[in-house]
Structure formats: structure tokens, C-alpha cells
T-cell receptor, first 114, second 116 residues
């Protein structure tokens, strides 16, 4: 079965710190995604990537950047963490290009910015 | 632009009764529709999807959903609820006619509680 692994389950950072969230998938999927999940708002797409070194902005990219140097790894970077970035961050991957494929999710990283 | 609405934040149902979790969508073209479930302290899991064909799709754990194009709805149903079905449910849509067919948009989620 597909495994999507997020490096940390819980993370506490201070305002202004640079934060890296790492995600690795083991099924050679082309597409990888970063969402944040907030109560009452559901999941909102931050960035996604459909190939190595390729990235596209999602609905809420402000304050975030991403890196995909290898196919299996997709990193989310908070350049200067702020308290409004306290959230659950979910990484996902999917195969193919047609759009009918399901997403496989990691367990999530609960980030608290103090 | 694509969007999804889940009009109910919370649904309560007695064990053994049928359950429905509502979802409506908006796309400019044709949709791919999905339901995901999130159990406490776990990641999201895929339940079922509608791509084309039969409007009634069956998925995991006895769930099914009906695609209704005229009402732009994709409600999740189960004939007999279990306490173990208590979880957070998300509806999601892709507009396959858009330039970014990989982008999946989620609803705000519905907390289902099945009472013993």
C-alpha cells in the first residue's frame, strides 16, 4: 500500500522562525500536494507539484514556498512563521495526469507557532 | 473556479438508522467527485469517487453516494449507521475541464456522530 510519511507529528516554533515540513512518498507518484486543515474551513490547497522541480500555487500560497528536488520528496517551507500559520498540515500524493486518481494522505503535522 | 459546499457542520444519527451527509458542488465543466473520511488522530482516507457512468457509486465500509447532475449534488449515504462510522467526512471536486485538472478542492467537512 502507498505510504506518505510526514517527518513530524507535532512541531512548535516561534514567530519569525524558518520552518521546514518534509513529506516523502514511496510509490513513485507524479503529483504531490500540501494542504492545511483548519476547523470549519476544511482543507485548503497551499501548493502542489506534478513533476520534479515543478510547482504550482494553490488557493493560499502566501507566506509559503515549496521544494521538490527529488520525485519522492516534497517540502513545505514557512519563510518566517507567523501565529496565523498555526494549523494541521497534510501532505498527499497521487499518480497520473487524468485527474480521476485518489489522493493518498500522510498523517499530518500539527504546527503551533508561538 | 471549482467549489464544494457541505451545508451541515454536524450530523447526528442513531446506530442502525440510515445516514446522509450532504454535498453540493460548482464547476464550469464536468466534475470528478470524491468522499474522504478522517478518523480521530489519523490521516484522510479515500471512501469513494464518481468519475463517469452509473450515478450510484459504492465505496468502502458500506458507504455509497449518488451523483445528481441537475441538483449538482453528491450526497454520501449508508443504509445502517455504526458507532464506528463516527468521523469527519469531506467531499471534494475536480473540474476536469479546467486547466489544472489535478487540483482537488475540498469542502469544509461534516462531523458525523453515531449514537449508540
Amino acid at each position: 500500500d502507498v505510504k506518505v510519511t510526514q517527518s513530524s507529528r507535532y512541531l512548535v516554533k516561534r514567530t519569525g522562525e524558518k520552518v521546514f515540513l518534509e513529506c516523502v512518498q514511496d510509490m513513485d507518484h507524479e503529483n504531490m500536494f500540501w494542504y492545511r486543515q483548519d476547523p470549519g474551513l476544511g482543507l485548503r490547497l497551499i501548493y502542489f507539484s506534478y513533476d520534479v522541480k515543478m510547482k504550482e500555487k494553490g488557493d493560499i500560497p502566501e507566506g509559503y514556498s515549496v521544494s521538490r528536488e527529488k520525485k519522492e520528496r516534497f517540502s513545505l517551507i514557512l519563510e518566517s512563521a507567523s501565529t496565523n500559520q498555526t494549523s494541521m498540515y497534510l501532505c498527499a500524493s497521487s499518480p497520473g495526469q487524468g485527474g480521476s486518481e485518489k489522493l493518498f494522505f500522510g498523517s499530518g503535522t500539527q504546527l503551533s507557532v508561538l | 473556479a471549482q467549489s464544494v459546499a457541505q451545508p451541515e457542520d454536524q450530523v447526528n444519527v442513531a446506530e442502525g438508522n440510515p445516514l446522509t451527509v450532504k454535498c453540493t458542488y460548482s464547476v464550469s465543466g464536468n466534475p470528478y467527485l470524491f468522499w474522504y473520511v478522517q478518523y480521530p488522530n489519523r490521516g484522510l482516507q479515500f471512501l469513494l469517487k464518481y468519475i463517469t457512468g452509473d450515478n450510484l457509486v459504492k465505496g468502502s465500509y458500506g458507504f455509497e453516494a449518488e451523483f445528481n447532475k441537475s441538483q449538482t449534488s453528491f450526497h454520501l449515504k449508508k443504509p445502517s449507521a455504526l458507532v464506528s462510522d463516527s468521523a469527519l467526512y469531506f467531499c471534494a471536486v475536480r473540474d476536469i475541464s479546467s486547466g489544472s485538472a489535478r487540483q482537488l478542492t475540498f469542502g469544509s467537512g461534516t462531523q458525523l456522530t453515531v449514537l449508540p
